[in-house]
């Protein structure tokens, strides 16, 4: 089958493209010309064209490839590029550095769908297009989530993570570091977390409420120096690494390390080694709101990103309404009741990460009012987020019906498992609501964007992840970004742009086949103790 010009597939969508004729070829006579400030771009652009074409890019004053970071083109924001392309020359360009690095990976797209290959490739002329490019995305917010507390994943696969992210211009990968079955973000001042919170006995085989489990015990854990290169690696390619280590429910793993958070300090309980939600929750004494703020205080050292997620979603109040000090607290703080406990303790670390110059962000449940310096997560719901937009909080859509991968792509016997729920297929993502509650230009400011999720309680190997991930990600990619092209034109770039998926080796058209025995899938997915 003949696959559409690379011009003509490009995922996201440029806001506006012209080609032209004629075509500019990338060789080892080709030199950048680059300006101050648009070195990283230029760094990044040897990084990923490299493995496939093994052209060096040298710097030269007279280069006829031009990277030029120029602040008076303010109409570009912070993430907008120009691209030109003829037969002379290219010119990037762009007023941030950001708008920079998105323009590198539309000029990587440009070039033939091999160059995305990570191993050499022979006898491919690296040629680009003639194009005239704007650019500039629709929406600030651009994102991933990935869970590695129910099956962890290392740090070589999450760079790799990014990197798909980058290439669809994502610039937001939220890790979900804390979950009742495992805890992997290192605390030195509480190692018990990792130590005893990182393992589990064993896991849950089928859904939640199953009486079946596989014996396999399931650990690991990062430490602060990988989840710094992390941050790292990622900010060279644009993207910020959101932490999630959540409360004031899912934290049986946080509880097993420490019975003295819970709301029964004596009792005595295990990682979590269930599905579902658990109904163990924490308890509200000051010494567990110091302790997460400890916890939060380290988070932030490791991750200088702006926005802490606080989790806050899934919380039983059964526990603090048998507890007679979490009664006595909700009444000495004037609450209605142990049920308000919820919203109260999320505000209390909100306060505290308020007061560190971060913004607290928070998955939007049912009845539950929010401090509105929480960035709102509306999972349940579209009409959640339209009413904490217009309540005046910043919203983040997260349907689960359009933005959840964990649920199965489609119907059929080849499909791996997947959450029970129901079908999010390719049209459903991209039909993803991203409308402003009301036309008011200020409260259409509060809708920052969207971002896909995906849970692991089914998904324990980098194969299975990336097969439920695309290309539905793609088509959040291409929505968030520009949304304007329609579902017909987004399907006939998504043809195309397959190959590049190709390329890199991502599963997206055929299910991985699944480790053979309990031994591999242990091994494809835990931390190497090494």
Known sequence: MDLPRPELALVPRPRRLSTRSGRFRLDGTTRLRVTPGAGPAAALLRTLLAPATGLRLDSAADGAFVLALDPALTGLGDEGYGLTVSARGVLLRAARPAGLLRGVQTVRQLLPYDALSQRPVRGVPWDLPAVEITDVPRHAWRGSMLDVARHFQPVSYLRRYVDLLALHKLNVFHLHLTDDQGWRMPVAAHPRLTEVGGRRAESMVGPAGSDRFDGVPHAGSYTRAELRDLVAYAAKRGVSVLPETGVPGHVRAALAAHPELGTVPTRRLDVWTHWGVCENVLGTGEHVLDFFRTVLDEVMDVFPSPYVHLGGDEVPTTEWELSPAARDRAAREGLTGPRALHPWFIARLAEHLVRAGRRPVVWAESGVTLPLDCTVMSWREPAHARAAALRGHHVVHADHRAT????????????????????????????????????????????LGAQGQLWTEFVPTPGHIEYLTYPRLCALADRVWDGTSGWPDFTARLAGHRARLDALNVPHAHAPRPPTDASALTEACRKDPG
């Open 404 to 447: 959840y991968f964990d649920y199965a792509r489609g119907h059929g016997p080849e499909e791996p498992p997947a959450q029970p729920g129901g079908i999010v297929d390719l049209r459903a993502v991209y039909d993803v609501d991203l409308a402003s509650p009301v036309p008011d230009p200020e409260v259409a400011s509060r809708v």
